[in-house]
């Protein structure tokens, strides 16, 4: 059974820094792309950041400058670094990944609280 698992949220003040991380676990052949997405009360979840296997990266305008996605191939680990956060970047924050099994999936983690206070 695949499984993806987020740590590193929590709450921090304007301006200030987290590192989230998401590691997934179980069999599987290999992993392709791998993003973290956002999802802040009462609006649609959102894609942050994404990155190939191979290493291209793309960011949400939002985050540009501020967030950098990286991944550990090794440990089938993806990275969110965020850096000068602001208050709108509080949200629940969701791993997700493209895995292969059997077939490619589509897989999410359970979510990591982001709090931003100003």
């Known amino acids: 059974q695949v499984q993806l698992v987020e740590s590193g949220g929590g709450l921090v003040q304007a301006g200030g820094s987290l590192r989230l991380s998401c590691a997934a676990s179980g069999r599987f052949f290999s992993i392709n792309a791998m993003g973290w997405y956002r999802q802040a009360p009462g609006k649609q979840r959102e894609l942050v950041a994404a990155?190939?296997?191979?290493?291209?990266?793309n960011y949400a305008d939002s985050v540009k400058g501020r967030f950098t996605i990286s991944r550990d191939n090794a440990k089938n680990t993806v990275y969110l670094q965020m850096n000068s956060l602001k208050p709108e970047d509080t949200a629940v924050y969701y791993c997700?990944?493209?895995?292969?099994?059997?077939?490619?999936?589509?897989?999410w983690g359970q979510g990591t609280q982001v709090t931003v206070s100003s």
């Open positions: 997700n990944a493209q895995i292969r099994t059997l077939l490619t999936g589509n897989y």
């Open positions: 990155i190939t296997s191979g290493g291209s990266t």
